[in-house]
Every structure is written in C-alpha cells, then in structure tokens.
C-alpha cells in the first residue's frame, strides 16, 4: 500500500461511499430495460457488460473501504497524541470528544447544593432554628475540573485536524 495521511484516507472513504452510491445508481438504471427498447449501451450484450462492470466496481471499492477502515482503526488505535495535558491513543481521545468529556463534566456539575436546598425547604426549623446546608465538595475545585472537561473538549477538534494532516495510515 502506498502510504498515505490519516485525513486522505478518510476522505477517500467518503469518495468510496459516493462512487458506489453512484454506481449504484447506474446498476439499477441499466440492468433491465423493455423489450420494445433499445439498449443504452447498444446491445443488450455489450450492456449486460456494462452492468457487470459496474458490479465489479463496487465489489473492488468495497474491498478498498475495508482495507482503508482497517487502517485508520489500526492507526488510531498505535497513535498515541497530548490533547491538554491527557495523553492517549487517537481512539480514546475520539471517545473522549464523543461522550466521555460532555459525562465528566456532567460528573463535575453534579456537585451542587440542590438536594439539600429542596431537603431544607421542606424541612421545619428544629429549636427555633432553620437547618443550614453542608457542602461536601470544594467549589474551586469542582470549577477547575469542570474548565478542565471543557477545554478538553473544545481542544480535541484542533488536535486531531494536526494530527490526521500530518499522520502515515499504519496497516499493522
């Protein structure tokens, strides 16, 4: 295989996509036609051929999607990059960008007093006195941590554009 950038073979799986999309098209449009018709491609036998071709351009374009998908999974799953201050595999940093990042920081803003604001709502003052509510977590430290899912977020995007322009598609 003649070695590629990680953002060119994604983008050719997307050409694939297109190409047997259309080929597709042409299968369907040149595969049967009436007998009171004349063929598109002058016989009916030199446009069975035609069908042909198509079938097996599909079938060639499959085979080249799968073995361009196995490469970028195999890619990123050897190319470890530094998104701020994590480290880790461009997978993980996919997962990360796609669900992990949005749930820590969900994680994080659960620290909060709104249990106990609703509890001390419905509570009835004990000795002439109203409870007072007790929070068990750091406030700094939770908007640290918050800022910290955030940014890693908003980072991932600009990471990986660096890294899929400048990375060799791996096959093993």
């Known amino acids: 295989m003649i070695t590629i950038k990680l953002i060119e073979a994604m ?21 049967s036609v009436l007998n009171t018709e004349k063929p598109y491609f002058g016989t009916e036998a030199e446009q069975k051929k035609e069908v042909k071709s198509y079938l097996q351009a599909n079938s060639d374009l499959f085979k080249r999607y799968l073995e361009l998908k196995r ?3 195999i890619t990123n799953l050897k190319t470890v990059i530094k998104v701020e201050g994590y480290e880790g595999s ?15 920081e969900a994680t994080f803003a659960s620290l909060n007093d709104r249990r106990a604001e609703r509890m ?4 009835p003052m004990m000795d002439g006195q109203q409870p007072h509510i007790v929070r068990l977590y750091d ?5 640290e941590n ?3 899912w955030q940014d890693l977020y908003s980072a991932i995007d600009a990471r990986l554009e660096v890294v899929n322009a400048t990375t060799e598609l791996l096959t093993e």
């Open 146 to 148: 918050i800022r910290y």
């Open 71 to 73: 490469a970028i999974e």
């Open 139 to 143: 406030e700094k430290e939770k908007n």
């Open 120 to 123: 001390k709502a419905q509570t």
């Open 11 to 31: 983008k050719e799986l997307r050409l694939i996509e297109k190409k047997m999309e259309r080929n597709r098209g042409y299968i369907e449009r040149y595969s």
């Open 90 to 104: 461009i997978s993980e940093i996919l997962v990360i960008k796609r669900k992990l990042a949005k749930l820590m």
